[in-house]
């Protein structure tokens, strides 16, 4: 852990790097950090041999839980802002950055999705949720998703500002309200000064 010189720097003093070869684009973590000492002494005429900071502060950053939204984070109070996600305690989800498009057209990245295919479930789903993960995407991006017919089954967009997201996901909801069946897909994205094409399979 060391200080943060990243453009979120305003909201978290440090960064961590988790460099885990585990670490997967699309899954949820949380991490837990403590300070503490071993040395020994005394509070109120109890001895105590270490102090750690988790018993003051489990979640909430003044108190339990207070001002917490675990586990929805798709409710509309939960906070959008870096300094609002840093004080409940917000869950952290492995994304691909932002790119530019210049990094598409040359050739150096590709737009991915995963899983593909898709079989019944992703690892990276939670609950009764079922999603796919586009990553490697540049602001100004509109993914056009068909079945093999020709069809447009979905239209996405993605018009993403913060540096460190360049990823979108589907809810694999086509875009009149039903769920999409087993299947391939075809995709094309398309961003500033070009577009690229790709495919995926669906297995329920």
Do not use: C
Not at 134 to 147: K, Q
Not at 149 to 172: C, E, H, K, P, Y
Not at 193 to 204: D, E, K, P, V, Y
């Amino acid at each position: 852990m060391w200080l943060n010189d990243d453009a979120d720097s305003g909201a978290y003093k440090y960064k961590f790097a988790d460099e885990s070869d585990l670490v997967t684009f699309g899954f949820t973590y949380y991490y837990y950090v403590a300070a503490y000492d071993n040395e020994s002494g005394e509070i109120n005429g109890m001895p105590f041999s270490s102090l750690e900071t988790h018993r003051h502060n489990f979640n909430g950053r003044d108190g339990l839980w207070k001002n917490t939204y675990h586990y929805a984070t798709a409710s509309t109070f939960f906070p959008v802002d870096l300094a609002g996600q840093k004080g409940i305690g917000a869950p952290f989800v492995l994304k691909s950055p932002l790119v530019d498009a210049s990094q598409l057209k040359d050739g150096s990245l590709k737009v991915r999705v995963r899983p593909n295919p898709y079989k019944r479930g992703a690892l990276h789903d939670t609950g009764t949720e079922h999603k796919m993960l586009f990553s490697n995407l540049p602001t100004a991006t509109e993914i056009t998703i068909f079945d093999v017919s020709g069809q447009v089954i979905d239209l996405l967009r993605f018009n993403g500002t913060n540096a460190f997201d360049g990823t979108l996901f589907w809810d694999m909801f086509s875009k009149d309200g039903i769920e999409v069946a087993s299947g391939l897909y075809v995709y094309v994205a398309e961003y500033p000064g070009g577009s690229q094409t790709g495919h995926f399979a669906i297995l329920r």
